[in-house]
């Protein structure tokens, strides 16, 4: 063994090193993507401003309910393995290894994504350029970011996601200005809202349920990255009170932004601009978000955004990278993942860990071989999907969770942060979260348009996590977890530690 490297005990484990604006700035950050910056576009173009706002807003409804479930289970259990760990203790650990694995390779594949898009967006500048090397060059930094400690991790992603929140507060003060013709010569009135492209769709609703539920994917995507906060209630200097104001502040900073965003997209820019179909990382100057900047007259839009969706990009890969690198330790310290994996370095880093989940991200090189746009086409899917996978593993943890806390005799008051409206949201975000994994993608089925690539694309990984649950189940002959033996016991490496590192 490395001198460098230390088996996690309750002496040397994962550091609690994050302070609260941390905690704050992982929830926000880690949400706050590619997603919004590009993608709320096609969501605007598919459904229209009505139907886009309706898929964010019922989506940042499900967030919440979610959200609030893994606060209440993570103040009482902070733990690296967040909802794995609790479907290991409240459901069946089959169910918690199919969770982790489906989680981790949520993040990795994420990473992938974010590392092509990244080197695309370089391209903006550099048009002839390698995107490859790019990839490279950034990995390295996230990789060397995330090696030094949690709480370098933390600061850096502090800033990486105070400069995409101040870019969203300006962007939200121009679109103000601009709609109420203070700014760029914008007609003031709801004429987008009404409009049709003469071909039978008219705002505000373009294309009906069926197009907002197309949208609650693209929306799920947008808001993925939510739920690190959980991870890092793990590493969180004070996770009874940091974890609650994390989400109880942060969520609704995001969903303002968000529908806000959509607001003034739609005020500003009709459905039917064919630009807003143009929401690849390649198509920069087609973002939404440059498009009003560029209405405002102010100069050199493009490259302004170019730089902000950069730092977005490297923001949502290091989040990918430190919550893939914990979920895969803290599978290994449960025995469902290699127990190399569950080593640290001195500074309290799953440095294996992050290196299995650098080394896939590095599928990303592969870009440069066999084109760009189809492999993050793949990515960009199989994120969105698996994302909804992990949120219904939150939501049925939490039911059971409560059922078992009840059970045993304990007090709903003794819960140092209580979800709302308990049973319905676990409940409602159980069934959105269905309807969406295989409702959204329903298209597929089409006769006249059916490929096998695309039904592995979008329902190809259900099946994979299926199969990962029944393999372990069956090798493993394990049983739902019973009410009366629901684990709530910290374990030592989850006990808080207060000591200034």
């Not at 203070?182 to 609703?205: C, L, R, T, Y």
């Not at 994302?387 to 939150?394: D, K, M, T």
């Not at 993608?441 to 029944?470: E, M, P, Q, R």
Request: charged content about 15%; aromatic content about 14%; proline content about 3%.
């Amino acid at each position: 063994m490395s001198n460098n490297v230390v088996e996690d005990t309750s002496e040397s484990g994962l550091k609690r090193s994050l302070k609260p604006r941390h905690m704050n700035m992982i929830a926000i950050g880690g949400a706050i993507g590619t997603g919004l910056f590009f993608t709320c576009g096609n969501a605007v173009s598919s459904s229209g401003p009505g139907g886009a706002i309706v898929a964010y807003g019922i989506m940042g409804i499900l967030v919440f309910f979610l959200m609030t479930s893994l606060g209440e289970m993570a103040t009482l259990i902070p733990s690296a393995g967040s909802f794995e760990t609790y479907a290991s203790r409240f459901i069946d650990p089959a169910l918690g290894f199919a969770l982790g694995w489906n989680y981790w390779f949520n993040w990795a594949i994420t990473v992938a994504a974010e590392l092509v898009a990244a080197g695309l967006v370089i391209k903006f500048w550099l048009p002839s350029t390698q995107t490859t090397f790019w990839s490279i060059g950034f990995l390295i930094i996230l990789v060397s970011l995330n090696l030094m400690s949690a709480r370098a991790y933390g600061e850096g992603e502090f800033w990486f996601a105070s400069i995409k929140v101040v870019t969203i507060i300006v962007f939200l003060i121009v679109g103000v200005l601009i709609i109420f013709g203070i700014m760029g010569g914008h007609s003031i009135g709801f004429s987008n809202w009404v409009i049709n492209d003469g071909k039978g769709h008219a705002a505000p609703f373009v294309g009906g349920g069926v197009a907002i539920l197309s949208g609650f994917l693209v929306a799920g995507f947008s808001f993925a990255g939510t739920e690190v906060v959980g991870l890092a209630a793990g590493e969180s200097e004070n996770p009874e009170k940091d974890v609650p104001k994390a989400i109880n502040t942060v969520f609704w900073r995001i969903l303002i932004f968000y529908i806000g965003a959509i607001a003034v997209i739609s005020f500003i820019i009709p459905f039917t601009d064919h630009n807003l179909l143009k929401n690849s990382v390649s198509d920069v100057a087609f973002s939404p978000f440059t498009m009003v900047f560029q209405r405002s007259g102010i100069a050199a839009a493009a490259s302004i955004m170019n730089a902000v969706i950069l730092t977005s990009v490297l923001s949502c890969g290091n989040s990918g990278l430190y919550a893939g690198s914990r979920m895969i330790y803290a599978m290994a310290k449960e025995g469902k993942a290699p127990k190399c994996f569950g080593k640290l370095n001195k500074r309290g880093v799953p440095t294996n860990a992050l290196i299995l989940t650098a080394a896939v991200a590095s599928t990303a090189f592969l870009a440069s071989l066999v084109g760009d746009g189809k492999i993050y086409y793949i990515l960009y899917n199989l994120s969105g999907i698996t994302i909804f996978i992990a949120w219904l593993g939150i939501a049925v943890c939490h039911y059971r969770f409560r059922k078992a806390y009840v059970a045993q005799g304990r007090k709903i008051e003794d819960l140092k942060y209580k979800a709302v409206l308990y049973p319905f949201g676990p409940i409602f975000a159980l069934i959105l979260c269905v309807v969406v994994l295989f409702g959204a993608n329903i298209w597929v089925f089409k006769a006249a348009t059916f490929s096998w690539f695309d039904f592995i694309t979008n329902y190809g990984i259900i099946l994979v996590v299926i199969g990962f649950y029944l393999g372990y189940k069956k090798v493993n002959k394990t049983k739902i977890v019973p009410l009366m033996e629901c684990d709530f016991e910290l374990r030592d490496c989850e006990k808080s530690n207060n000591k200034k590192l």
